[in-house]
């Protein structure tokens, strides 16, 4: 099992920065991909960013591609969403969401709401 804990989600006016921040534990020996779903309400989750955990390569929702950026800290563990420029369109209840290679479960966190006023 991998345990994940996600912070940092508030208010933030258009155009400002938050910095999510999602702790693992647990079974992380197994992880191999680390990243972020967003659902707004009424919507579908939909996929942000993800960290392939060996190779370091990034990728991104096309809509937050050069104001988002995923980074993550291999000691702690911990993946981060860096988020600038803001928009109203960015408001959702952000996940953590971890692969692993144990029987190809992908896990969640219990998300954090992310507010943007426009």
């Known amino acids: 099992q991998v345990q994940l804990v996600e912070s940092g989600g508030g208010l933030v006016q258009a155009g400002g920065s938050l910095r999510l921040a999602c702790a693992a534990s647990g079974r992380t020996d197994s992880v191999y991909s680390m990243g972020w779903f967003r659902q707004a309400p009424g919507k579908e989750r939909e996929f942000v960013a993800r960290?392939?955990?060996?190779?370091?390569?990034?990728y991104y929702l096309d809509s937050v591609k050069g104001r988002f950026t995923i980074s993550r800290d291999r000691a702690k563990k911990e993946v981060y969403l860096e988020m600038n420029s803001l928009q109203s369109e960015d408001t959702a209840v952000y996940y953590c969401?971890?692969?692993?290679?144990?029987?190809?479960?992908?896990?969640w966190g219990q998300g954090t709401q992310v507010t943007v006023s426009s």
């Open positions: 969401a971890a692969d692993s290679s144990n029987q190809n479960v992908r896990y």
């Open positions: 960290f392939t955990w060996s190779s370091g390569i990034t």
